[in-house]
């Protein structure tokens, strides 16, 4: 009887109130709660009889009867009342026997309503489910559940309680606590969870119930599914599997037996699709805005004002609604809410179920130290702390859990609604917003966010945290506990100007990072230029420079952040020592029972304060993104209603613009299209010619609907295509792009094929039409992707067509080819619209549009306009003149009969017709051997993270000296952790009647002194891996980048810029900022692991007879769960590059898309790139909390055998204070921690290996070999011998140029003609070394260019390539990047190349913007600029790769004039598709298939009348006179 009071002494946890009172308030709130949901319930149910629907009667009903949610609840509440009739016959029984007291009529009057609650609610769903075409569970039900849930699992823990004071109470109390709480965690899973069988099951009813029918998964017309076409297991899996993640076990067997790719990955649930996930968010996004209120702006007008703030307030999507951060962020939560509810309900019983162990320390110290020991009640503890740790464990991996899952469906809205706004950005948002801040936008910024939702709850959680630990704390400690309070709310209050200064630094970053990723992208799109032109360095310079811009804010950053996680870190130490120092000042007695639950409640503590620096510093960096994102989604849409659409047959009229005015700029007085007034019947042709800059290109856009309308009207009837005069392909195969999305009809594609000449081309590709095409259309020649995009047009069979100089990149003959197969062919009966600068084919024209300066000048057919002004007059005068030297040429040569000079090669295929040799080439060609497609699939290493990558990382910087100090820092921290704790517990008596062993003051100054010591080395190991891992991250971009410049030419053409831009974005941030934190809470968790094993098995050695096979079980599970973990992490790296690479390929073709209205096909496209990257990603998650759970539980069954051993150790031989401190120490022991860090760790390492990767790739030549560099003047003839010259792209593909040999003399005109695709362009590339041949040497001047450095022989040679190409920044940056000539000379170029009055027009002369591509210039522009180069540089080797393509006739004469007179001296290698711009060449070399087909003058090469160049003259004579 005396152990039995001494123990009831003990236990003071119900000091306030008596068993009876206790007890009648929880009936009495159980039956109160009960009362009030039935009658809510009723009320709902007859006021939701009134308003049944028509409708919901009509509606087929939706069969639930068949699924586990539906059946599973039904029969638990059937259970549950049964139970509580059950209780209240046993209840009512009792009363009888033994009396009616007050608390046995609260509890019959709880059981009865229990009984008839539960009871209606099995009628309700019963109903509901069967007689209606509900489909899921009503919300209020939902709610109740999870109250229920709440309000039982409290009962238990006060029912506990009230064990443990009375040594009583009644088993029917604890039994019905049992069964509320299973059954309240199964209504929970199938009301929260079960929703996604639900939905899936609605979902087949859409097509018949009118509901929008596209799906992501599986629909037909969204072309096949990628990867594997299982769903996840996930979506089907039964209650225990979803508990214990054994849903995911059948891909880690998978992993484990072979390396996972893509298509072993299950596809996602219906209902996590990012289809139905985006089209959830955009719902309640837009019902959110549109509900706002009226201060949104008119659809018709949008939002400009607005969206150029900024931060402010826009449009989105052209409706005219206001979008906010709020309102962006508010959408996110309210479209995840079903997981925000989970995850809330997980962290209310995580935090309650923490808490359990440090409330119960000081008893379990007690029992230890009472001399009468009941053992049942050290069991009845022991299950207690195990059912806690049990608790925890299973809510913290579903919290995880559901917060990764909610972090894949931030990222999936975010990715569509951000890609959905790319596609309806006007063209003046797109020059104000560059694709290097939208790939920021989708790689750094929609992470950030995303990664937000595991700092959520924390907003509410840490407070929790923070108050329960203050209220334990004020039972052990009594007033102390303010003081404990005040010191933690004073270390808050200190987090305020560190959060201001990171939010500073943190946007900095992200703007300086926007500027090096606009450069980066800008160089990686032009680099075949920037190699052409030797300035690929400069631009290394311009982007190291842009980020030690950049690593200044890093620094900033980084140390903020370490300053910041040291003072939270040492906080629980702070406060400690702030508790105790006050308690031995006043006088509260300290016992080890009492210090044992103040140092277990200061390291629960530790989280919440360790997470609030965290999670501050996210809010701010998350605010920072999605302010970002906002300002994009407010940037100007398209206006729609620029033209006005109407149907083929509802007018005769086609296009008609009606006092139409138009402007790229509406902030400008300037008027880019003035006074336009046409009418443009159905099946007619229309040329559009005009002089370079007069707004052809801008008539089209006008057309189209791209460019701003300042007034009048546009109407258009009937389907529109567009081609393009840059071409515009897409990454993918060549079927793909002429498909464009169409159906394959086999007949109608073949003769597309036929009109555009394709199909000798597709004959010469190994893989004919499956040819994947490299990004931007890499591996095709220019010519090859205009005809591409011709094909394309034709076979969208559309009613109008509007061509941008679509034979501007082909030959003579090809052009003639097309205009007569298709514009006079397949489209005779359509309206076509085309812009030319070729002058032979306007007379097929039924209207000419001759324009100047942005007016229609002339308008009528081409022989009633040609003498009734003179704009046309002055085109056809230059195109005249120039047959007029054609004819000159080919009188020369009739009249002359020459003798063929054996130093000139002339091949005896030239007698041959075309018909015989085109056959014995496709012949040669098919003899090469396929080897593979020139773009491969992105390379990912195999198997486990090589060793040698970590230790590369951590060697980068200072040679590895850094990390010996910080594993010393971070041992000592633990170890002076643990002496402070033993310190406290041998100083401190173990009850009052002891006395203590050493003064109060001694007692305090050496935890001080031991907790400084401590403080001292997290801050010295914090800035230790700071600065590390800040010198690392610069040491590896700057060793990558350098890599990616100097690597050749094939490197870019067979590596799309989106994997390249994933590395130098995603990668680069996660070892600027993720991999030094990852490592440090690495060391953190192995050495805290390590030190409370030790801790644990000093006090009890036995402990280790379960810990051994227990670790040796958790390194076997990490074995088998690391091999599909680690390819899953890798897979997510390599899916990320294609959506980052679609996002920015769409946004150069958004015209061409937005042209044949495919912007619903590209964002279905988009949704499934989303998923294909989702994929992995969520089972990434279920495989990490697989392994976690399973940690968890090995550590509590080790946890629970230490305790029994320590309960059941004979008294005496071990202080209960070290024990209670073994006991205190095992709360937090899990193997876990380690195991999660590493995985973690592993998984962003990945990010070093992938950098890595491409600081290894093979460089070019050296710049400059010192041995062999040339003389200053060389080469002072240029004359150029090419010798037995074989090129091909890249090993695994066929020869381009085969063995050619020929002598270009010094200072002698070349004009090398053929067909497209026979090489042309190869061997200027050849010339420039883009491309090392594989046999054969070309010499400059007796100098092999082979021997030299690339920056000597680029430097000293001059080309105006075929694709033109201008940089953001200013005229004279384009003109002059390397700051080499004076402005006097700069205006001679721009004179001297007709651009010099169009400059001195703008205000800013020089100075004037470019924009991002020189977008704000016209292609004929463009190409005169890079004429202006290349009058600067004035070499004596200078190549014009089809340098006059998009100019017209007119400019062509005046550059050719000008080339003639300030490049008399100089090699002159010109590649030319109209034989006017090479009638005065002295040789000219026509090539085919890469062979040299004829290689002679002009005059003798026209003397013989069966040779290709004569037949090439004759047919582009013929077309013009035609």
């Not at 094929?753 to 039409?769: I, Q, R, V």
């Not at 088998?1120 to 946004?1147: D, K, M, N, W």
């Not at 946890?1199 to 709360?1227: C, E, N, R």
Request: glycine share 6%; proline share 3%.
């Amino acid at each position: 009887m005396d152990a039995f009071l001494e123990s009831k002494n003990d236990m003071n946890i119900w000091i306030f109130f008596s068993q009876p009172s206790v007890t009648i308030f929880l009936h009495g709130f159980s039956a109160s709660s009960h009362l009030i949901l039935l009658l809510v319930l009723s009320i709902s149910w007859v006021c939701k009889r009134y308003k049944m629907t028509t409708l919901e009667n009509v509606k087929p009903m939706v069969k639930n009867t068949h699924f586990f949610c539906y059946w599973s609840t039904l029969i638990s509440c059937l259970v549950l009342s049964f139970f509580g009739l059950l209780l209240c016959v046993l209840n009512y029984f009792s009363g009888y026997t033994h009396g009616w007291s007050d608390l046995k009529l609260v509890a019959q009057l709880d059981f009865a309503f229990r009984t008839l609650t539960w009871f209606v609610i099995f009628a309700y769903l019963h109903i509901q489910f069967s007689q209606s075409s509900e489909h899921k569970f009503p919300i209020l039900l939902r709610i109740w559940w999870v109250f229920y849930f709440l309000m039982f699992f409290s009962y238990i823990i006060i029912h506990l309680g009230l064990y443990w004071k009375y040594s009583s109470v009644s088993f029917l109390l604890l039994a019905s606590d049992v069964v509320s709480i299973i059954a309240g965690l199964l209504f929970c899973y199938t009301g929260l969870f079960g929703k996604g069988q639900e939905v899936e099951d609605f979902h087949l009813l859409e097509p018949l119930l009118g509901i929008n029918p596209s799906r992501n998964n599986g629909d037909k017309e969204q072309g096949p599914i990628v990867g594997g076409e299982s769903v996840s297991p996930y979506a089907n899996a039964n209650l225990f599997s979803m508990s214990t993640f054994a849903w995911i076990s059948p891909l880690l067997t998978l992993g484990c037996k072979k390396t996972l790719d893509l298509e072993d990955v299950p596809q996602l649930a219906n209902c996590d699709s990012a289809n139905m996930v985006f089209v959830h968010f955009e719902n309640v996004f837009e019902y959110d805005s549109n509900g706002s209120g009226n201060g949104g702006c008119d659809k018709g007008n949008g939002c400009r004002d607005e969206g150029n703030s900024g931060r402010g307030e826009g449009n989105v999507n052209g409706n005219g609604v206001q979008v906010t951060t709020l309102k962006l962020a508010k959408a996110l939560i309210l479209s995840m809410w079903i997981e925000i509810l989970w995850t809330t309900l997980f962290s209310i019983v995580c935090t309650l179920a923490s808490y359990v162990g440090p409330y119960f320390i000081n008893t379990f110290v007690q029992y230890l130290n009472s001399p009468y020991q009941l053992r049942y009640k050290g069991y009845g503890l022991v299950f207690i702390f195990f059912l806690s740790k049990l608790l925890r464990a299973l809510s913290d991996r579903h919290l995880s859990f559901q917060l990764r899952k909610m972090a894949i469906k931030v990222r999936a809205a975010l990715f569509a609604i951000i890609y959905k706004k790319g596609l309806k950005l006007s063209s003046q948002s797109k020059q104000g917003h560059t694709s290097g801040e939208n790939i920021n936008l989708m790689s750094v910024d929609v992470e950030r966010a995303a990664l937000f939702s595991w700092y959520l709850h924390d907003l509410w959680r840490v407070p929790l945290q923070i108050i329960l630990a203050l209220l334990i704390l004020y039972k052990s400690l009594g007033f102390a506990s303010f003081v404990a309070f005040v010191a933690t709310v004073i270390l808050m209050l200190t987090n305020v100007p560190l959060g201001n200064l990171q939010e500073k630094f943190q946007g900095e970053l992200m703007d300086s990072k926007d500027q090096r990723m606009k450069v980066t992208s800008e160089a990686l799109r032009n680099m075949r230029i920037l190699k052409l032109q030797g300035w690929e360095i400069k631009f290394l310079d311009k982007i190291i420079e842009l980020r030690n811009f950049e690593t200044r804010w890093l620094e900033k950053v980084l140390y903020t952040t370490a300053i910041t996680s040291f003072v939270y870190l040492s906080a629980p130490m702070f406060v400690s020592m702030v508790t105790f120092g006050f308690c031995v000042l006043i006088g509260i007695p300290l016992e080890s029972g009492n210090v044992l639950t103040a140092l277990a409640t200061f390291e629960i503590l530790r989280g919440p304060i360790y997470n609030l620096p965290d999670m501050i510093s996210m809010v701010i960096q998350t605010k920072v993104s999605l302010d970002r994102i906002v300002s994009f989604l407010c940037l100007e849409d398209l206006n729609p209603n620029t033209v006005q659409m109407f149907p083929r047959d509802s007018d005769e009229v086609a296009v008609e613009i009606v006092k139409g005015n138009f402007s790229w700029n509406l902030h400008s007085p300037n008027l880019t299209l003035k006074d336009l007034n046409f009418r443009v019947y159905h099946g007619m042709r229309v040329a559009v010619c005009g002089s370079v800059g007069s707004g052809k290109s801008s008539l089209l856009s006008c057309i189209l609907g791209e460019m701003p309308k300042v007034s009048g009207t546009i109407k258009l009837s009937g389907m529109k295509a567009y081609v393009a005069q840059s071409p515009w392909i897409q990454s993918g195969k060549i079927v793909d792009n002429i498909l464009f999305g169409k159906e394959m009809n086999k007949e109608r594609y073949e003769m597309i094929l036929e009109a555009c000449s394709l199909k000798k081309d597709l004959e010469l590709f190994d893989f004919g039409d499956q040819t994947i095409i490299g990004e931007r259309g890499i591996n095709l020649s220019g010519g090859q992707k205009q005809r591409v995009q011709i094909a394309r047009a034709l076979y969208y069979d559309a009613d109008i067509y509007l061509l941008d100089d679509p034979f501007s990149a082909v030959d003579a003959h090809t052009g003639t080819h097309l205009f007569k197969e298709c514009l006079l062919g397949i489209l005779s009966s359509k309206t076509v619209i085309y812009v030319t600068n070729q002058v032979e084919f306007l007379p097929s024209a039924d209207l000419i549009l001759v324009m100047r300066d942005g007016r229609i000048t002339q308008a009528g057919k081409y022989e009633e306009i040609l003498s009734s002004g003179t704009d046309l007059m002055e085109l056809v005068g230059a195109h005249k003149k120039a047959l007029a030297d054609l004819s000159s040429v080919e009188h020369e040569a009739t009249s002359n009969n020459l003798i063929e000079d054996d130093n000139k090669f002339h091949s005896e295929k030239s007698i041959q017709d075309d018909e015989e040799t085109e056959p014995n080439n496709c012949k040669t060609e098919k003899l090469v051997k396929l080897e593979g497609q020139l773009v491969q699939e992105e390379k990912r290493e195999n198997g486990r993270v090589n060793l040698s990558i970590y230790w590369k990382y951590i060697s980068t910087a200072y040679k590895g000296a850094f990390v010996p100090l910080i594993l010393l820092a971070q041992i000592l921290f633990q170890l002076l952790l643990i002496v402070s704790s033993y310190w406290m517990v041998f100083a401190t008596p173990i009850s009052e009647d002891v006395r203590p062993f050493v003064k109060g003051s001694i007692l305090i100054i050496v935890y001080v002194s031991l907790t400084l010591g401590s403080s001292i080395c997290v801050l010295t190991r914090s800035m230790l891996i700071v600065t590390a891992g800040y010198k690392t991250a610069t040491l590896l971009f700057n060793k990558m980048h350098l890599c990616i410049f100097r690597a050749p030419m094939s490197f870019f053409d067979s590596t799309p810029s989106g994997r390249i831009l994933n590395r130098v974005s995603m990668d680069q941030s996660a070892i600027d900022t993720s991999i030094p934190h990852l490592i440090g809470e690495f060391l953190v968790s192995i050495i805290e692991f390590l030190g409370t094993a030790a801790v644990m098995s000093q006090v009890a050695w036995q402990m280790l007879i379960v810990l051994i096979p227990m670790t040796v079980i958790c390194i076997w599970y990490q074995q088998f769960y690391t091999s599909a973990a680690r390819e899953l992490s890798r897979l997510i790296g390599v899916c990320q590059a294609p959506i980052i690479q679609h996002f920015a390929e769409s946004s150069l073709g958004l015209t061409t898309i937005r042209g044949f209205n495919q912007e619903k096909r590209f964002m279905d496209t988009n949704l499934k790139l989303v998923d294909g990257y989702s994929r992995p990603r969520f089972h990434f998650s279920g495989a990490m909390e697989w392994l976690c759970f399973r940690m968890d539980i090995l550590a509590s069954i080790t946890y629970v055998v230490s305790l029994v051993f320590l309960i059941s150790m004979p008294k005496g031989i071990l202080s209960p204070g070290v024990m209670g401190l073994a006991v205190t120490f095992g709360l937090t022991f899990s193997m876990h921690g380690v195991i999660w860090d590493l995985s973690r760790l592993e998984n962003k390492i990945v990010s070093v290996e992938r950098i890595l990767q491409y600081s290894c790739i093979p460089s070019e030549s050296p710049l400059l070999v010192e041995e062999n560099r040339p003389g200053r003047e060389w080469p002072s003839q240029g004359e150029v011998d090419i010798v037995d010259l074989q090129v091909q792209y890249a090993p695994h593909l066929p020869l381009i140029l085969r063995g050619l040999t020929c002598t270009f003399r010094g200072g002698m005109k070349i004009g090398i003609v053929g067909r497209t695709g026979s090489g042309k362009s190869t061997l200027v590339q050849a010339l420039f070394r883009i491309l090392e041949p594989i046999a054969g040497q070309i010499w400059i001047d007796g100098i092999n260019i082979s021997n030299i450095g690339l920056h000597d022989l680029r430097s000293r040679l001059s080309i105006i390539p075929q694709d033109p190409a201008m940089f953001e920044g200013t005229v004279r940056s384009n003109l002059d990047p390397l700051e080499e000539y004076t402005d006097e000379q700069i205006w001679e170029a721009l004179d001297r190349c007709q651009l010099g009055n169009e400059v001195r027009k703008k205000e800013r002369k020089l100075d004037s913007a470019v924009t991002e591509n020189g977008e704000n210039w016209s292609v004929g522009q463009r190409q005169l600029v890079c004429l202006g180069r290349v009058l600067l540089k004035r070499s004596k080797v200078l190549v014009l790769d089809e340098a006059t393509a998009s100019v017209d006739t007119a400019t062509d004469y005046l550059i050719q004039q000008t080339l003639k007179e300030h490049f008399s001296e100089s090699t002159v290698i010109t590649i030319a598709h109209r034989i006017t711009s090479i009638l005065d060449v002295d040789m000219v070399l026509l090539l085919d298939n890469g062979l040299i087909l004829e290689y002679d003058s002009p005059a003798k090469l026209l003397e013989i009348k069966s040779s290709s160049f004569a037949k090439l003259v004759k047919e582009y004579t013929r077309r013009f006179s035609s």
